[in-house]
Structures are given as C-alpha cells and as structure tokens.
C-alpha cells in the first residue's frame, strides 16, 4: 500500500534535476564567500523578492531569527501575530537568543494583523517601556490554513509601521504560494517589507534552506548573526544548487498543489463526520475537524492503519498539506480511505 503524506510540504524530496545539480555543483568557502553556487542562488533571491541581497540560512526558522537579531536589540519588543510560526513553533528563539518579548495580537482568520491594533500596539518613548522595534508578518499564513496577505494590506501595514519607527520582517517561508494564489510576482508582496525569509525546503521540495533577502546593510549585519549562530556553512553550493533547482522549476507548478488541495477539501466536505475548518482554501493547506462525536485519537490511527498523513496538535483541527509529491488521483485515493475510516468510526459509535 502506498503512504499518502499529507503532514506537510516539507517532507517533499528532491527531484531528479536537483539530484543532479547537487552532484556537479561547483563549490567554494562560503564563510570566505567563495561558493560561486551560494552566491549565485542569494543573487538570484534577491532579485525574486526585489531586494539587494539574500542570505542562505540552514531554516526558517533561522532565517526568522536572524531577521529579529538583525533588527532589534536585547530588551526591545517586537509584534507578531498569535497565530504566527515564529511565536508558536520556533522555540520561543526570539526571546532566548534575541532577549526580546514577542507582544501578540490576534490574527484574523486570514492571518492578517488589525492595523488599529498594530498601531495601539507600539509603544511611545516612555522611560517605563522597551522599545518596539519590528513588526512581524506571515505569507503564507500556517496556522490560518495557508491564507494570504495581499499587496495592499501588506503595503498599508508596511506604510504604519515605517511611519512609527518599526522595521518590518515578512515570514515568507511559502510566499511564493502567496504570489501564485494572488497572480502576482513574489515582489509585489515584499516590495514594502525590509525582510523577508523564504524556504526552499517546503513546496519547492528542495532538500535543505531558506533565503533571508534584504537591503545589503541588513544583510550584512545579518551575515554575522548566522556565523555567530553557527550557519556558516562551508561547500554550501551542494545545498544551494538544489536550491536553484528549485527556483528556476518549482515555482510556476504551485498552482497544482493548489487546486489539489481544493479537490481535498470539497471531498472532505462531503465525507459525513468531517467539517471543513476554513472557509476557503487559497493554497496548499486545508485545515479540518471531526464531529465531536468521534475520537480525534481513532481517527489517527484508523488513517495510519489506511496509510494516510494528515497532521494534529496542540488540539488544533487536522491539518493536510498538499505538495508535488502527491498527484490528483493520490488525491482521490485519499479521500476514499479517509471516507472508510470514517465510516467505520460513525458505526462503532452509532453501536
Ligand atoms: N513549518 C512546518 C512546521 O514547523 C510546523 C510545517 O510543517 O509547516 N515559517 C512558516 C510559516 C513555516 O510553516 C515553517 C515550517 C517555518 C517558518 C520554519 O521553517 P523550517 O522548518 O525550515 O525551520
């Protein structure tokens, strides 16, 4: 039986041509600067996000990091949603290794920020208070089910926070879903912010790595954060060339997984016991629920045994991800076991 992994986009492999690249790529020092493939992907970053540089980070979640050790000092504040990846799912790093309090404000069900609340939010020059030095935003937006922020909110939050001091860094780990969704260039949604991080490793299915894209003052500054943080990696051109790979074939096919996910959630809308946890699915998450009358606990171990993927935690609703290692018909597949489970938790409960 074949295993349908819908637990993220991040257990993608690397395609063949990616295989290949790493294979013949052409390395270097890269903490001398010296790997012409390195080199060549954060060019190539920058330019996609409109920015004057890019650094390749191991993660995410440390091109994240670093972007707050970039902008702020020990001791400041910074803004982040309560829903956001980098305040739940990222060690609490910010506030460890950043010295600074992460002040939350809810997000809406599309992963956005209320302006008015951004703007109550920062702090005024008051001896009593640390300073709010970053806002930070997520586009994608994870938890909110793969929502996205669009140009406009991204600009007019952008504008507020410049016009008050703040910096603004955008979790981009899957902005290039956002661009898709929205049929925008990835620019578009970056022009505004002074950073933004975005991976490699999730629906672009390249094996290792983020790219941190800034102004060339940040990041410089930010390079030095990642050495100190222990990301100077050495022939890094054999992760970067899967990472060209990638941007150069990995991106205009997003909108597969998009409508795959689409396809996942009007069939699971349909199977009794299930309920859609969103209203709409823009990218490549669905998040769902079941009746409260079957066990989140069985239901699990049902899909297991049917080999199926789907992630759950924190008591959250479940969460599938589509991504190019799963086809329409994978898709189908899916929804056929899923269905079965179901039912046999329906009747075991109905007896
Ligand atoms: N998210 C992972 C898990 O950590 C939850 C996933 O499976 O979705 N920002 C966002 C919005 C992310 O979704 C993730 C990964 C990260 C940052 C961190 O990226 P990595 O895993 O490369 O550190």
New binding site residues.
């Given amino acids: 039986m074949e295993i349908i992994d819908l637990?993220?986009?991040?257990i993608t492999h690397p395609t063949p041509g990616m295989r290949q690249a790493i294979f013949e790529a052409e390395v270097g020092d890269d903490v001398y600067g010296e790997d012409a493939t390195v080199n060549r992907l954060e060019m190539m970053a920058a330019a996609s996000m409109g920015k004057e540089a890019a650094l390749l980070t191991?993660?995410?979640?440390?091109?994240?990091l670093i972007a707050v050790l970039t902008y702020t000092n020990h001791g400041d504040e910074i803004i982040v949603g309560d829903e956001?990846?980098?305040f739940?799912?990222?060690v609490g790093g910010a506030a460890a290794l950043g010295g600074v309090t992460m002040r939350t404000l809810p997000n809406d069900s599309c992963g956005r920020l209320n302006p008015d609340d951004i703007d109550r939010a920062i702090r005024d020059k008051d001896i009593h208070y640390p300073e709010t030095t970053l806002l930070c935003l997520?586009n994608?937006?994870?938890r909110c089910g793969g929502t996205v922020l669009t140009t406009d909110y991204t600009n007019e939050v952008c504008n507020l926070a410049h016009r008050r001091g703040l910096k603004v860094h955008l979790?981009?780990?899957?902005i290039f879903n956002a661009a898709i969704a929205l049929g925008v260039p990835a620019c578009a949604l970056t022009e505004n912010v002074d950073s933004v991080?975005l991976?490699l490793?999730?629906g672009l299915s390249a094996p290792v790595?983020?790219l941190l894209c800034g102004s060339k003052d940040s990041i410089e500054r930010a390079r030095k954060f990642r050495k100190m943080l222990g990301g100077g990696m050495r022939q890094a051109g054999i992760i970067a060339a899967a990472g060209i790979v990638a941007l150069e074939t990995m991106v205009d096919r997003l909108g597969e997984d998009h409508a795959n996910a689409r396809r996942l959630a009007q069939g699971l809308a349909g199977i009794k016991g299930i309920t859609l946890a969103q209203d709409n699915i823009p990218t490549n998450?669905v998040m769902f629920k079941l009746s409260p009358e079957l066990s989140a606990r069985e239901f699990m171990e049902g899909l297991e045994k049917a080999g199926v993927k789907v992630?759950l935690?924190d008591g959250r609703p479940f969460?599938a991800?589509t991504h190019c290692m799963v086809s329409s018909s994978d898709i189908d597949e899916a929804l056929t076991r899923i269905e079965t489970v179901c039912r046999r938790l329906r009747r075991r409960v109905q007896k």
């Fill in positions: 637990r993220s986009d991040t191991t993660s995410g979640t440390q091109g994240n956001a990846h980098m739940w799912y990222e997520e994608t937006h994870n979790d981009g780990a899957r991080s991976c490793s999730k790595g983020s998450i992630g935690r969460r991800v």
